[in-house]
């Protein structure tokens, strides 16, 4: 191991991730429905619960140029195999790379990023990814949020497994996961008391506020006389609803000096801190950016396409950053990823395409920040004579979340069929 100091969004490119999104999330739904009979149900003492991370999953839809994201300036190949989308070495004039540790820097639209990791709160994992060598959306989407590469089979995703094989944090919570977006994305599919809300601040019935409470008390009589699953579903969405009106997030005031953007992307986060700060019981989160495949005109200095999908990114992390995880004492951990990265050399029209390996950003009170993580395989060294190769798994950072800032040991349940390798990214 080389450790080398170790919904949201625009348009895609190919016609298969635009057809992905028209699909949506069939089939999901039915999954959320029930949990699988196979899973145990492992107890947890409570004052390890009380020390347990929320988890924000922030999944970065159409496949992320990581070679643009974490620049590898201190490899001799960057520059020759990157050609005109290469990022200009630190301290070479306008758009120059900021270094990080010698080998590895950062592009001008991600300097937003630097806080957290000079603040030792935010690692990058470099050069990682799936075994699995799809470059189909589709496919690779699944396997990153069921946790399992190579498998069509498997309906549940790697988070819902998560908080099937743990007890709640709070035991008469109504609402352990939810995902910003307007269906459940598969990572959270099957999960226990888990809703999709796209928009927290209108998560409630819409007409006349004065016959509201009319309107609340036919939906239950209606519900309470159906049949199961449907009677209990009922009543966690109109309790979850309840919930969800209780916190202020139209009037909420971020800590720290955070400044959230305007966008749909930092609209999110700052729902999604309102809702942790309300302790209310809430374990995961999942919230997307969109808009990763740039397969032309990729455009990654300021004003460019991939550039500003950077700033939007980078600068939602800093707000969270400053909000929750540096002022507050709850204990949470973000992590960033994409279902695979782009080529190594540009195509003809100044975009990439589908690659290999991508990399990950984890952010928390609890994460060795400050380093990028990666066992470097060297530019010269392609996966499939084209693109960055995979020396770390996806699982491995993902299992040491769950085992250490999660609390949960069952990772061959998280995890079927694979033995996750501790690769030093979160405190143990």
């Known amino acids: 191991m080389h450790d080398r100091s170790l919904g949201l969004g625009g348009a ?79 301290g070479s004039g ?47 989407q699944r396997y990153l949020e069921i946790g399992k590469p190579s498998d069509m089979t498997l309906a549940t995703g790697w988070l819902a497994r998560h908080l099937l094989t743990s007890e709640p944090v709070m035991s008469d919570g109504v609402l352990r996961a939810m995902s910003l ?40 009589d209606m ?13 966690q969405t109109r309790a979850t609803i309840a919930l969800l009106e209780a916190i202020d997030f139209r009037g909420y005031a971020a800590s720290g000096g955070a400044s959230y953007g305007p966008d749909p992307f930092a609209t999110a986060l700052k729902s999604t801190a309102a809702l942790i700060k309300a302790q209310v019981g809430v374990e995961a989160v999942s919230i997307e950016l969109n808009g990763w495949d740039t397969h032309a005109s990729q455009g990654i200095f300021a004003g460019g396409a991939m550039a500003t999908l950077m700033q939007t990114l980078a600068g939602g992390l800093k707000a969270f950053h400053r909000d929750v995880i540096q002022s507050t004492n709850i204990n949470v951990v973000v992590v960033a990823m994409s279902e695979f990265g782009r080529r190594i050399a540009p195509n003809a029209g100044m975009g990439t395409d589908h690659g290999h390996a991508g990399l990950m950003l984890v952010m928390g009170q609890k994460v ?30 993902l299992g040491e979340i769950v085992r250490y800032r999660l609390g949960n040991a069952a990772l061959g349940e998280v995890f079927p069929g694979y033995s996750v390798v501790d690769r030093g990214v979160v405190v143990h």
């Open 12 to 90: 895609c490119g190919c016609e298969e991730y635009r057809g992905l999104s028209r699909r949506g999330f069939l089939g999901v739904a039915a999954a959320a429905m029930a949990a699988p009979a196979w899973l145990p149900r492992v107890a947890m003492a409570a004052d390890h619960r009380s020390s347990r991370d929320v988890i924000v999953s922030v999944i970065l839809r159409g496949g992320a140029d990581a070679l643009t994201m974490c620049v590898p300036w201190g490899d001799p190949w960057y520059l020759g195999l990157r050609g005109a989308l290469a990022v200009p070495m630190p």
């Open 94 to 140: 306008l758009n120059a790379a900021t270094d990080l540790d010698g080998y590895f820097g950062l592009p001008p639209a991600m300097l937003d990023l630097l806080e957290a990791y000079n603040a030792g709160r935010l690692a990058i994992v470099h050069a990682c990814g799936s075994p699995d060598p799809s470059r189909s959306h589709f496919d690779a």
């Open 181 to 220: 977006t307007p269906g459940l994305p598969r990572v959270l599919a099957g999960g226990p008391r888990t809703l999709p809300v796209a928009d927290p601040l209108n998560a409630g019935l819409t007409g006349r506020p004065a016959s509201k409470a009319s309107r609340q008390q036919v939906l239950a």
């Open 223 to 235: 519900y309470a006389l159906g049949d199961e699953p449907l009677r209990s579903i009922a009543e």
């Open 368 to 397: 060795k920040g400050g380093k990028v993580h990666t066992d470097w395989p060297g530019l010269d060294h392609p996966y499939d004579d084209r693109d960055l190769a995979a020396t770390i798994d996806f699982r491995d950072v």
